[in-house]
């Protein structure tokens, strides 16, 4: 038990920082056999994001940025329907038996989810979500390393099986010094965090069988009753999902060993991530091969969890309210694999000294990477990491986070801003608020607070391009209609998109986006400009931005116009793997010149 007077929170960043430092000491050396996971696959939704994520893969390797003697591989999912994170589960499973026959049935493997397009976070939908940067580490730490540090533990303390993961979430947790999570159970393993009934509105929620312990541990093995995917309150309550810590003595709460959390009057245990045995996999890959092609989104989650334990029953295979497009095939495929999987134990390691965090938005990124927010205690993030730039004050509130770039010493970063894989010239002002991403700003210019920039290398006919993408970092860019008279409830920088497009002096017309006509968004918008330097795109789409922010006239007519959904076609991954490296190389060197200079 914790003592009396240390807070959970010191324990969990206590016992996150061992975990990096663990992982630390195993960048860039071979595992022994067991040390490690024998396999890490990272999904991918198309082709050019699975070339995407292998050049990244290699980079890192080369670099000794992971730990070696592991097979890493990229499964990338079919062409044509979307088939969800269930689908590319099955699609994965597949390609495992292809390349190993029947000798991944004794590997311990992380599969890690990272096939979409990250719309609500725009700067990782180039070069992927789990290879998004975080600001710290040497060299900086990206969403692959830290899940394979959080998770350093798991590979030793696992029968052989399959670990799913998302790629832009993160699990803290703390446990006594002599135990470890044990994945060894047949059927489904997941974790189970303690949060408020609002954040089990948009997670999984376990209904656990009832637990005769009398005090809460930091750790507890449980079986669950059922799992139920996004319930409302009223269904928590319903079906029994709420814990109250009153059924525990005050006493017991006094030994600090819970999070704060368990005061509030009532909360739920939500999902995370969660471990299949290798037998259970084995079902679902022969499903998968029997029925041919999958035409359907499939939730790891929602649709194989919901039909775990012995309380499963199959009237949320009907329930669609959670899909984003609704295949006539979906309560069909749901129901064949609920009877599937119906009878499977879904056991669940209740983690109650632990965090879940998501980092998929704008907003989120902003909010863990530049306020006092707590996540940044527990990893450790630093305002500046492994760049150049002039001495920022740290205040109190709000600071600016830089990662990995370089910075003139006479521009200036606003508080709540992230600025990552850039150059900053001389009088460059940025505002509150705003991100930056693989860019270079040499001109005089001013960024609006809140917007979002974001610079790719494209490849076109051959010729190397650029283009830069540019919204406010609220603007939704998911958010679609079907028709071009309704384009005016779409709104870009806070403005109605109508009257930007009457600013940049362009045409309503259906060649105005890109791809599906009766699907227009910010997201296939065909609004920015192709520029032959990195320098002048940044240029010109700040022009657009301030165009709207003025109400005043920017003509882009006469220019050729790509959307984001294009310009992740016409990408240039090695382009940009290589200014981000100039970029290291740069920096390296200036802190070698440095530390002669002070020795």
């Known amino acids: 038990m914790a003592a009396a007077n240390t807070s959970p929170g010191v324990y969990l960043r206590e016992a996150t920082q061992q975990k990096l430092r663990r992982f630390s000491e195993l960048r860039g050396k071979p595992v022994a056999a067991g040390e490690f996971w024998d396999i890490v696959a990272i999904t991918a939704a198309d082709e050019k994001q699975e070339l995407a994520y292998k050049q990244q893969l290699s980079e890192k390797l080369k670099k000794k940025e992971l730990p070696l003697g592991v097979q890493y591989h990229v499964f990338v999912d079919p062409a044509g329907a979307k088939i969800g994170n269930g689908g590319s589960t099955l699609c994965a499973l597949r390609c495992l038996e292809k390349l190993y026959g029947d000798k991944w049935n004794s590997f311990t493997i992380l599969l890690i989810h990272s096939g979409g397009y990250s719309q609500r976070l725009p700067n990782a939908s180039a070069l992927g979500k789990i290879f998004t940067a975080l600001p710290f580490g040497n060299p900086i730490y990206q969403m692959l390393e830290l899940k394979l540090a959080m998770y350093i533990d798991f590979p030793s303390h696992m029968n052989p099986g399959i670990l799913v993961t998302c790629a832009d979430d993160i699990e803290l947790y703390s446990i006594g010094k002599s135990e470890f999570i044990r994945f060894d159970k047949p059927g489904f393993t997941a974790l189970a965090h303690p949060s408020s009934l609002t954040v089990g509105t948009t997670h999984g929620v376990f209904v656990l069988e009832p637990f005769n312990c009398l005090e809460y541990r930091d750790l507890e093995y449980r079986c669950c009753h059922r799992f139920l995917h996004k319930p409302s309150i009223e269904k928590m309550h319903q079906f029994d999902a709420v814990c109250r810590p009153g059924n525990v003595s005050q006493q017991d709460f006094a030994k600090g060993d819970t999070t704060s959390l368990k005061l509030d009057p009532e909360y739920v245990y939500t999902d995370s991530l969660f471990y299949m045995d290798h037998k259970s996999a084995k079902k679902l890959l022969a499903f998968y091969e029997s029925i041919g092609t999958l035409n359907c989104e499939i939730d790891a989650y929602g649709d194989f969890l919901q039909a775990l334990g012995p309380g499963a029953t199959v009237e949320y295979t009907r329930n669609t309210s959670h899909v984003t497009k609704e295949e006539s095939e979906l309560v069909d495929m749901r129901q064949r694999i609920f009877h599937l999987l119906k009878g499977t134990s879904l056991n669940v390691v209740v983690l109650n000294n632990s965090k879940f965090y998501h980092i998929g938005t704008t907003e989120e990124y902003l909010f863990h990477l530049t306020s006092n927010s707590s996540l940044k205690s527990e990893l450790g993030l630093q305002s500046v990491a492994f760049s150049i730039l002039p001495a920022i004050p740290e205040c109190s509130g709000n600071t600016s986070c830089i990662i990995q770039s370089i910075l003139d010493s006479r521009c200036s970063v606003s508080p709540g801003s992230v600025v990552e894989y850039s150059r900053l010239e001389p009088d460059v002002s940025v505002g509150e608020n705003c991100i930056i991403s693989g860019s270079y700003i040499i001109t005089t210019a001013v960024v609006p607070a809140c917007s979002f920039i974001c610079s790719l290398s494209l490849k076109m006919n051959g010729h190397l391009k650029y283009s830069t993408m540019a919204f406010g970092v609220q603007d939704k860019l998911k958010k679609n209609v079907k028709t071009l008279s309704d384009i005016k409830s779409l709104q870009f920088f806070g403005v109605c998109f109508l009257s930007c497009l009457d600013i940049w002096n362009l045409k309503v017309t259906e060649e105005l986006f890109s791809g599906d006509k009766t699907c227009l968004s910010l997201w296939n918008a065909r609004i920015f400009p ?38 992740l076609v016409y990408k240039d991954v090695e382009d940009m793997i290589t200014y981000r490296e100039q970029i290291f190389l740069e920096i390296t060197l200036n802190r070698k010149q440095s530390d002669l200079e002070t020795s």
């Not at 192709?530 to 006469?558: E, I, R, Y």
């Open 530 to 567: 192709v520029c032959c330097s990195l320098s002048d795109s940044v240029t010109t789409s700040l022009k657009m931005l301030h165009a709207v922010q003025n109400k005043s006239a920017f003509s882009l007519s006469n220019c050729t116009l790509l959307s984001v959904e294009e310009m």
